[in-house]
């Protein structure tokens, strides 16, 4: 096999893992979206979002102002407001671009408790590139003001999943057609700071090798956001599994 076959066959691989995480993003909540629906909101109304500030506490209700793009027939978020009812008064505000097809119900917006603090944050998909790297705008819910706020670091990760049990947020991304990793965190604070690095590469005899990476001090999301090759020690290298 040439090596042009194996990066088409890459190519694939990678086309695969974006329908994958299109999926993903969209529908694997198990339970219904917390939203209403599109269809019932006219134009210059919000989408409503209603959940809870705790498990058993105050409500919290989401407002999504939005239009329709012409040109893509996407669901346009353009405002976020969060709210104690469906006309109180706003808390908070944010100018989003969030930009996400019809058939995704209100841009993939979710609640969770993404900083394992037991207060409940929400995201919804900023927009849908053309490999992998989903982008997502994230808020988290900060007590000492009683307000929801950017999670800045958070919104610099690529398709971010948060593990529970170890309280540790993964992203995983693709750098091209052969080349793909995962960078695993843990909150200190306000911040994102990683805990390691792992890249996958093939060569050009298609083979594979994972190289783990890890942080020279204390690196957070936002500083890996840019040429992270000063701030990262080779730990191994070992076959991809």
Not at 84 to 98: H, M, N, P
Not at 136 to 141: I, L, S
Not at 161 to 189: I, L, Q
Request: charged share 20%.
């Amino acid at each position: 096999m040439t090596y042009s076959s194996r990066f088409t066959l890459s190519l694939a691989a990678s086309l695969v893992l974006v329908v994958s995480l299109f999926v993903s993003a969209a529908w694997a909540q198990s339970s219904p979206s917390p939203c209403s629906p599109v269809a019932e909101a006219e134009f210059g109304d919000p989408v409503i979002c209603t959940g809870k500030i705790t498990t058993n506490g105050k409500p919290l209700v989401v407002r999504l102002y939005w239009d329709i793009l012409a040109d893509t027939d996407e669901l346009h978020v353009l405002r976020i407001e969060t709210a104690g009812s469906e006309s109180g008064k706003a808390r908070a505000t944010f100018d989003v671009d969030s930009r996400a097809p019809m058939t995704m119900e209100a841009n993939g917006f979710e609640f969770g408790d993404f900083n394992f603090d037991g207060y409940t944050d929400f995201r919804l998909i900023e927009f849908l590139p053309a490999g992998p790297n989903i982008a997502y705008f994230n808020a988290v819910f900060d007590p000492s003001s009683g307000r929801h706020v950017a999670a800045t670091g958070l919104n610099t990760l690529s398709a971010p999943e948060f593990e529970k049990d170890g309280k540790r947020v993964v992203s995983g991304w693709r750098g091209n057609a052969v080349t793909y990793g995962t960078d695993t965190f843990v909150w200190e604070g306000p911040d994102l700071v990683l805990v390691e690095r792992q890249v996958s590469m093939f060569d050009e005899n298609d083979n594979c090798m994972t190289t783990k990476f890890e942080p020279k001090g204390r690196v957070t999301a936002n500083a890996l956001a840019g040429d992270a090759t000063e701030l990262l020690s080779e730990v191994y290298e070992s076959p991809c599994n």
